[in-house]
């Protein structure tokens, strides 16, 4: 009873096991819509499309995190007007 092995596995045989021990990197994927390096199936952060299709709107992102600055008195009012 009990898992205890019988024999010793050579040197050999640990490092081997042990040379698949690391970290991988994820891959960098190249958008296709802006072109610029992004991480595979996920949302491109430079321009919110995934697979030729549109999930974030960055330009509104955009505006509404600038309009919080400007709220919290980060960032001069220029054109409050228009946002
Ligand atoms: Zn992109």
Redo the contacts with the bound molecule.
Sequence with gaps: MGGVPKQRHTKSRRNKRRSQIFLHSPGITI??????P?LPHTI??????YQDKEYIDVTKALKKMKKRRIDKGLEPQENKDKL
């Design positions: 958008c296709s819509h802006c072109k610029k992004s491109c952060k430079n321009c919110g499309y």
